[in-house]
């Protein structure tokens, strides 16, 4: 038992890792397929709304977005604040920031 809670720690860690590395360097691309790999773990957690949430925001890129409105989504959903390099943070984590 202890060991498969380990295994499913480092599982967890590691998909945590391959979501920050690209949202910090702004590699869009990345954080797309970390998406599906988050829709299918919130499936399996039963938290049906954000699984529900994640499948809408997959099928609009995917099927519904034109490639131009895809192109903007992927450069406006991680900003810099500083205008530094490597230190990008999502859009709507900004925004909570600076809700007062």
Request: proline share 2%; hydrophobic share 50%.
């Amino acid at each position: 038992m202890v060991f498969e809670n380990a295994v499913l720690y480092l599982r967890d860690e590691l998909l945590l890792r391959e979501m920050a590395d690209p949202i910090k360097v702004r590699g869009s691309v990345r954080v797309v397929l970390v998406l599906k790999f988050l829709a299918a773990s919130y499936q399996g957690a039963e938290n049906v709304k954000y699984a529900h949430e994640m499948m809408q925001l997959l099928y609009f890129f995917k099927h519904v977005w034109s490639p131009g409105l895809r192109r903007i989504m992927l450069s406006n959903w991680l900003l810099t604040s500083t205008g530094h390099k490597n230190v990008f943070v999502e859009l709507d984590l900004l925004q909570e920031h600076l809700n007062v």
